[in-house]
């Protein structure tokens, strides 16, 4: 949500849930590297803003260890369950999830706060970073990624995967968001007041995973893209959207490039 107003645009239904699920995967050592690099160690309490299905609430926790502690906050409902179900799985009694706005949310002191994903929807970042700030212990990290959706293409080049990124991107940016707020991680920090480190990740999948990944996207972001005037349904054709980009994908055995994953880091002094 990026303003009191505006809904989050991507929902959370079933699908979208998957989505994140899956997503979640192929970003996971991309994830634990930029966490690893920021600094979080075991015995740290952590907070994890924008938690969603509650995959970097849970990579965290394997990495603050039993000493340790995560919290997870979200606005919604269906994500918060699907979160508590899947560390009760992995048997992760030292994390919990709790609903919350990121913008007002407080819950006592923490050494490290993560959010992945997350800026892209608050209207004002820095606010929401400078919120946080305060309850970070002396010495504590802030932690951000986010995506250069703008980096994402196939290789070799696929006229219908070119097609579905600018929906993509487009629909964002007529949504007000930021599709590159990757490549402006460091100046979103730094209006925080944090002087952090930076560095972009990049990570190839598979045609298949390529495939259900983008049909994914412009699927939850379907009534963004009719709404903004991005593309019309009989454009997109959702019901067959993934199987031609599959097939497309297949015909020249073609990988894709995903949105690049940026992280930031600052420690406060
Ligand atoms: C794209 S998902 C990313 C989920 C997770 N961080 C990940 O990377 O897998 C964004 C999540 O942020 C949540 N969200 C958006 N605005 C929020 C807000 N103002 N407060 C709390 N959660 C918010 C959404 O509900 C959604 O679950």
Redesign the pocket.
């Known amino acids: ?1 990026t303003t009191s107003k505006r809904a ?1 645009v ?1 929902g ?1 239904d079933d699908p979208e849930l998957d989505r ?1 699920e899956h ?2 995967r192929m ?1 996971a050592p991309a994830t634990g590297a930029i966490l690893g690099l920021a600094g979080l160690r075991p015995g740290m309490r952590v907070l ?6 509650g ?2 609430a849970l990579t965290a926790a394997e990495i603050v260890g039993e000493s340790g502690q995560v919290v997870g ?4 409902d269906r ?1 918060l369950a699907l979160a508590r179900r899947r560390a009760a799985e992995r048997g992760l009694g030292n994390t919990t999830f709790e609903r ?4 007002e ?1 407080s819950g006592g002191r923490f050494d490290a706060v993560v ?4 800026l892209l ?2 209207a004002d970042a820095p606010a929401v970073i400078e919120h946080h700030l305060r309850a970070l212990a002396p010495g504590g990290i802030y932690v951000a990624m986010e995506y250069d959706m703008v980096a994402a293409r196939a290789e070799p080049a696929i006229p219908l995967v070119g097609t579905a990124l600018a929906w993509m991107v487009e629909a964002f940016r007529r949504g007000g968001m930021d599709p590159a707020l990757g490549t402006r991680l460091d100046r979103v920090l730094r209006k925080a007041g944090l002087d952090p480190e930076i560095l972009g990740l990049q990570v190839y999948v598979s045609p298949e995973d390529g495939a259900r990944s983008l049909a994914g996207i412009v699927s939850a972001l379907m009534p963004l893209i009719e709404k903004t005037g991005v593309a019309s349904a009989a454009e997109v054709d959702l019901d067959t959207l993934p199987g031609r980009i599959e097939a497309a994908m297949r015909e020249v055995d073609a990988v894709t490039v995903f949105p690049t994953l940026v992280g930031a880091w600052a420690r406060l002094t």
């Not at 994890?48 to 299905?53: E, R």
């Open positions: 949500m989050y991507l959370h994140l997503q979640a970003l994890d803003l924008g938690t969603g299905a995959d970097v906050v979200d606005l919604e994500a919350g706005d990121v913008r949310w959010g992945r994903l997350i929807y608050c």
